[in-house]
């Protein structure tokens, strides 16, 4: 059996903690059940080589053509042509290339599976919606399954009209070898300090420095944190280049109004390690954004024995057991979501409880062989094969 996974980027550090694992696993757990795996995608920049062999998996990176990320590259028609695979695994909504992977996969009698990573955003823009309930639907349908992560995706997508039939629901998974001694706190911490970061406690949030991620909610909520604990600091870890610059600017800017802007450290292109030890290090993580098709850095938090304070909305709930694994308030009501931080930080107890439920819940709900049974029992239904073979 060959599975080709069809994607947007494959960077050869998808095996590294809090990286693209997600469009990792999958194939590996092909290879060790003795599938053939390949990876169709494209190079997003210059040092990527065309082709190479990751950890038993071929990778193949087309030229992106003359709009970046885009399908219109003849390379990676030809190739999606030419495939002898069995199953078409498709990562991706709306940039066409995974729509594109669904067409022709048709068109020669293949199999495939749609992962959309389909986001609800509170406000969708008529274009957007017009996609949604014509091409979106259209391509649900076209596909053979349809993988979400949440209940939540799943219930938008049958609202929308896709055959319920079609639809999975298969979560992203936990890593608990990354945090393995995470219960000796001792060093924890010791990367932060060496960066300048203090604050006890430290209440942490990763995530792109964009509006729609919340940030401008919990920082109001900081001058009531800071009236109780002078010493608190929020931490926010981004990648090294946020969609939306002038947001920076922005949150800052409301830090000094709301004269919390000392108790705030932003720090972007972080290495594995330093997120590690953030995680580490940790008082709670605080999760305030508005559009998640999963969020995992809930998932990573709870593996880390972190509890949660996240915003209640699109596929959180799902994740996050509210008042067992941490609380999910709508962090548009400040005073609510000021109250679930500040109870989670006056009890040691309380935090060490929801720490250790999270964790145990990280492991087991989201234990990677467990989905994967799921997956590959997926494909052999679709397939009409055993799943041993």
């Known amino acids: 059996m060959k599975l080709l996974q069809v994607v947007w980027n494959f960077p050869n550090t998808v095996m590294r903690p809090f990286d693209?694992?997600?469009?990792?696993?999958?194939?590996?757990?092909?290879?060790?059940?003795?599938?053939?795996?390949?990876v169709l995608t494209f190079q997003v920049n210059d040092?990527?080589?065309?082709?190479?062999?990751?950890?038993?998996?071929?990778?193949?990176?087309?030229?992106?053509?003359?709009r970046k990320g885009r399908p219109f590259s003849w390379p990676f028609i030809a190739a999606l042509l030419n495939t002898d695979a069995n199953i078409i695994y498709c990562h991706g909504y709306g940039t066409g290339s995974s729509e594109l992977a669904i067409f022709l996969a048709r068109l020669h009698g293949r199999k495939v599976i749609f992962v959309p990573h389909f986001h609800a955003y509170p406000s969708r823009r008529p274009l957007r919606e017009f996609y949604d309930k014509i091409l979106g639907r259209l391509f649900f349908n076209l596909s053979h399954r349809v993988i979400v992560f949440t209940d939540?995706?799943?219930?938008?997508?049958?609202?929308?009209g896709v055959n319920k039939k079609r639809l999975h629901?298969?979560?992203?998974?936990s890593r608990p070898e990354i945090f393995a001694d995470v219960s000796d706190r001792r060093e924890a911490g010791s990367l932060l300090r060496e960066a300048g970061v203090t604050g006890d406690p430290l209440i942490l949030g990763i995530g792109q420095l964009i509006e729609r991620k919340g940030w401008e909610y919990i920082v109001r909520c900081l001058p009531a944190v800071i009236a109780r604990f002078p010493q608190a600091k929020l931490l926010i870890l981004g990648p090294s280049q946020p969609a939306e610059p002038?947001?920076?600017?922005?949150?800052?800017?409301?830090?000094?109004?709301?004269?919390?802007?000392?108790?705030?450290?932003?720090?972007q292109d972080n290495s594995p390690a330093f997120i590690r030890d953030a995680y580490r290090a940790a008082t709670i993580l605080t999760h305030p954004s508005f559009v998640e098709s999963f969020g995992m850095v809930l998932l990573e938090a709870m593996t880390a024995g972190v509890p949660v304070v996240a915003h209640q909305g699109t596929g959180i709930?799902?994740?996050?057991?509210?008042?067992?694994?941490?609380?999910?308030?709508?962090?548009?009501?400040?005073?609510?979501?000021?109250?679930?931080?500040?109870?989670?930080?006056?009890?040691?107890?309380?935090?060490?409880r929801m720490g250790a439920e999270g964790q145990r819940q990280a492991i087991t709900r989201f234990k990677q062989a467990e989905v994967a049974e799921q997956l590959f029992t997926m494909f052999a239904d679709v397939l009409g094969i055993n799943d041993s073979v």
């Open 152 to 160: 939540y995706t799943a219930c938008l997508l049958r609202d929308l």
């Open 20 to 38: 693209m694992y997600y469009f990792y696993w999958p194939l590996r757990e092909a290879v060790q059940r003795g599938w053939q795996a390949e």
């Open 169 to 173: 629901v298969i979560p992203h998974v």
């Open 246 to 267: 002038a947001f920076r600017q922005h949150l800052e800017q409301l830090a000094t109004k709301l004269g919390v802007i000392d108790a705030i450290q932003i720090l």
């Open 317 to 352: 709930p799902c994740i996050i057991d509210d008042g067992v694994t941490g609380y999910v308030v709508n962090v548009r009501d400040t005073q609510a979501y000021t109250s679930a931080l500040l109870e989670l930080l006056s009890d040691p107890a309380l935090r060490q």
């Open 47 to 66: 040092s990527q080589p065309a082709e190479e062999i990751i950890d038993g998996i071929r990778v193949r990176r087309c030229p992106a053509g003359a």
